[in-house]
């Protein structure tokens, strides 16, 4: 599995992975356009959609409706280090959504692929590579 990163001009920075090409750039605040998310935007966001998968496909394979359905994902900051110490993700519903499936959502959601990955981190290595 390998991901290109390109520079394509300005602050922008794009991860090229197969046919899909995720593009960033940093905020007008931070001296970019603000034409994309920034790459930690993507990060942050990754985990909420993640969750938001599995309940899709929970409600899906059951065939709930999923019209009024959203998630909410808050983050608390460390105020010394301002890195994220916690992230908490709401699953709203609406009234007429079976109460007997809410927990049920929640295990759905738990079962997010990039919230195993921060439970067991992957060892992340960086290196330069003169090419030839």
Do not use: N, W
Not at 86 to 98: L, Q, Y
Not at 108 to 116: E, G, L, N, P
């Amino acid at each position: 599995m390998e991901y290109v990163i390109t520079f394509p001009g300005g602050l922008r920075v794009d991860a090229r992975y197969k046919d899909v090409t995720i593009q960033t750039d940093q905020t007008v605040k931070g001296g970019g356009e603000g034409s994309a998310p920034t790459p930690f935007m993507c990060f942050l966001s990754s985990i909420g959609t993640c969750a938001g998968f599995y309940v899709l496909q929970f409600c899906r394979s059951r065939d709930l409706p999923t019209d009024g359905i959203r998630l909410t994902q808050q983050m608390t900051l460390d105020p010394e280090t301002h890195l994220v110490t916690t992230i908490s993700i709401d699953i709203h519903v609406p009234p007429t959504f079976p109460a007997k499936y809410h927990a049920a959502l929640v295990r759905a959601a738990d079962q997010c692929t990039v919230k195993k990955h921060f439970e067991t981190p992957p060892s992340i290595s960086v290196q330069t590579v003169a090419d030839a």
